[in-house]
């Protein structure tokens, strides 16, 4: 088969380390990737958004199969867009059609998605520009801390949690009356905030079977001890130390389940991967949000744990025959740490050159923000590289993480020297 990847970061390099090892693959593109990509596919210098200059790609180039990292190509109908064209109907899509993407698309949608099927979440209600008023009054009517969400697509960095009211009506003001997340915040979704333990879950579905891959809890905020500003995650355990049997069970039956039959019953055609955010509220799990793709660090430690042939798998989604799929899962665990660019997740440099690659054994490092230029690997974003190592526990894989970064420099380097602190 000819596969083409969409995307460029961690996530869509460790779907192409995975995708190279299958036999049944015999050509791979990846659009537009990054130096990672580059050793393993043939990158193609196209925007995931681009979907005339996808089109040509994949007639000119015979491609079987698409595999969708990212979401917004999602959420603005690359599924749709191959389905309504004679040329392109034939071809394998991994991702969810657009309907099903506003999942992730509009927290809105998410809300009134979950509150429908009874899939236990936070309590919230959504406000636009008209009714910021009623928007003052429902957070003077909770507890802080504060839980702003903005509607639509902000890159990962569209919710704030604050613990004064008279900030939160000043940020609800710039989001919805300024456009702090642009088009993102024109609604706003308002929530009770919930106090626990955020994990990932990761699920595969054809529309009407599913599978459970590995569970990975990651790290989002830049500073140690999870202090600091958002980014896009600093790192990614699997598995999850503190979710036992019982625990997996109330996560399937309480939340999967509802899930993948409510899909069903609003006709809401899904082929590929649903992301749901966690938290873990005393012994009971509760959705925070849907992601309609794989997360980015956590693919970096659920897909090399995955033993199967991941084409296969993407084949059985594309057939609705994932049922016949068993999946193989490999017991040891699983860490990987991002070296991410100075002053991310705010300004700063592009264009560093990387060295030490060479030097690194024992660990997979998944490019992310990097490119090859005049023969060097450089900096081309803030979140610069992921070091995945094994271990027979989350510790000894994390020492062998940081011993790969020990071989590892570019100029500012910064990296968190604590994940799994928690756990």
Not at 353 to 373: E, M, P, W, Y
Not at 393 to 413: C, G, H, P, R, V
Request: charged letters at 25%; a neutral charge; glycine letters at 10%.
């Amino acid at each position: 088969m000819t596969i083409l990847i969409l995307g460029s970061g961690g996530r869509e390099h460790a779907f192409a380390w995975k995708i190279a090892q299958s036999p049944l693959c015999n050509k791979l593109y990846v659009a537009p990737g990054n130096s990672g990509t580059a050793k393993i596919a043939q990158n193609v210098n196209i925007s995931v958004t681009n979907f005339p200059a996808i089109k040509e790609l994949v007639t000119s180039k015979g491609i079987d199969m698409v595999v969708v990292g990212p979401e917004d190509p999602l959420v603005q109908g690359i599924h749709d867009f191959f389905l309504n064209n004679n040329e392109l109907k034939e071809v394998a899509v991994i991702g969810p059609q657009k309907a099903a993407a506003a999942l992730e698309g509009s927290k809105k949608f998410a809300k009134e998605f979950m509150f429908r099927h009874n899939i236990p979440t936070a309590g919230y209600q959504s406000f636009n520009k008209n009714t910021i008023e009623e928007g003052f009054k429902f957070l003077e009517s909770l507890s802080p801390p504060y839980v702003l969400k903005a509607d639509g697509l902000a890159a990962g960095k569209g919710v704030l949690i604050i613990n004064d009211l008279d900030q939160a009506k000043q940020e609800l003001k710039s989001m919805l009356l300024k456009a702090k997340f642009g088009e993102a915040s024109s609604k706003v979704v308002i929530e009770e905030f919930l106090d626990g333990i955020e994990l990932s879950c990761f699920v595969l579905t054809d529309g009407q079977s599913y599978k459970i891959l590995p569970m990975a809890k990651d790290y989002k905020r830049i500073g140690e001890g999870d202090t600091g500003l958002n980014t896009g995650g600093m790192g990614a355990v699997s598995p999850v130390p503190f979710t036992t049997e019982e625990f997996f069970n109330k996560i399937e039956e309480r939340i999967v389940k509802p899930t993948i039959e409510g899909l069903k019953k609003d006709n809401l055609p899904y082929k590929g991967f649903i992301f749901i955010g966690l938290i873990k509220v005393g012994d009971d799990p509760k959705v925070i949000e849907y992601n309609v793709r794989m997360g980015d660090p956590e693919t970096e430690v659920v897909v090399p744990r995955i033993q199967n042939d991941l084409v296969q798998i993407f084949q059985a989604i594309a057939n609705k025959k994932l049922h016949s799929i068993n999946l193989e899962i490999d017991e040891r665990a699983a860490t990987t740490v991002m070296l991410v660019s100075g002053g991310y997740p705010e300004a700063y440099e592009k264009g560093k050159v990387i060295t030490g690659l060479d030097k690194i054994n024992g660990s997979i490092a998944f490019h992310a923000g990097a490119i090859v230029k005049d023969g060097n690997v450089v900096t081309s974003g803030g979140r610069v590289m992921a070091i995945t190592s094994f271990g027979e526990n989350y510790q000894e894989a994390i020492k062998k993480s940081y011993q790969s970064i020990d071989q590892l420099k570019f100029d500012k380097m910064y990296y968190r020297k604590d994940i799994g602190f928690d756990l």
